[in-house]
């Protein structure tokens, strides 16, 4: 079992939904939670991180982080199709250096 | 100002053939890391360097893959004798600070194709 997962998708949306991407985890030691984007043949950026429970709003992208139930969540409201992308769950412990990425999910916004 | 940036962008080798990859990280990072990304999979963790040091290597898939940054700033990955299961995108990852959580800044990766 992977430490991190996430439904691969694909996800298509229309112009202005709400989306809503997921990843679990088995690791209860990890305690920074990061999203990236990833757009293709480029490296991943970073959209937002939290570190341990809670939710971060920034724009249209909120994240939330469930502990108790090693879960994490990445909403985008009002999407658009320059959100059409790979999104990246990433997950660190307090020590060490490794992040561990889940798989990705490929999400589409039809105008 | 100048991001991550990585050379080759592409790189086509023959199954046996040693290949070098190179990452130009942001001026003044401290921090340096390599991931391997697989078609379809998110990046998976390969090593990490503080300035010159090469503090964590535990995701080297085996010894034919080497890195080195000898003078805390440019890294190279090696790969020797590189099989088919080599083929990925070589991603180099910065960052400005060490020993705590930091923003990696990410280059747009070395694609490899090994035949």
């Known amino acids: 079992q992977k430490e991190v997962e996430q439904d691969p998708g694909p996800l298509s949306v229309p112009e202005g939904a709400i989306v809503s991407l997921n990843c679990t985890y088995s690791?209860?030691?990890?305690?920074?939670f990061m999203w990236y984007r990833q757009y293709s043949r480029k490296g991943p950026e970073l959209l937002m991180y939290?570190?341990?429970?809670g939710n971060k709003e920034d724009g249209r992208f909120t994240a939330q982080v469930d502990k108790s139930s090693k879960y994490i969540s990445l909403f985008i409201r009002d999407s658009q199709p320059s959100d059409s992308a790979t999104y990246l769950c990433?997950?660190?412990?307090?020590?060490?250096?490794?992040?561990?990425f889940g798989t990705g999910t490929s999400l589409t916004v039809i105008p | 100002g100048a991001g991550v940036s990585q050379s080759p962008r592409y790189k086509v080798a023959k199954r046996g053939q040693d290949v070098a990859l190179r990452c130009d990280p942001i001026?003044?990072?401290?921090?340096l890391f390599w991931y391997q990304q697989a078609l379809g999979q998110g990046p998976e963790f390969l090593t990490y360097?503080?300035?010159?040091?090469?503090?964590?290597k535990s995701g080297l898939p085996s010894d034919r893959f080497f890195a080195e940054r000898p003078e805390g700033s440019v890294s190279t990955l090696k790969i020797q004798r590189t099989q088919q299961e080599d083929s990925a995108v070589y991603l180099c990852?910065?960052?400005?600070?060490?020993?705590?959580?930091?923003?990696?800044?990410f280059g747009p990766g070395t694609r490899l194709t090994v035949l």
């Open positions: 990852a910065s960052s400005l600070r060490s020993g705590v959580w930091d923003t990696q800044y």
């Open positions: 690791n209860s030691a990890f305690q920074y």
């Open positions: 939290t570190y341990s429970s």
């Open positions: 990433a997950m660190k412990q307090n020590t060490g250096n490794q992040f561990y």
């Open positions: 001026s003044g990072h401290v921090s």
């Open positions: 360097f503080q300035n010159e040091a090469q503090l964590d």
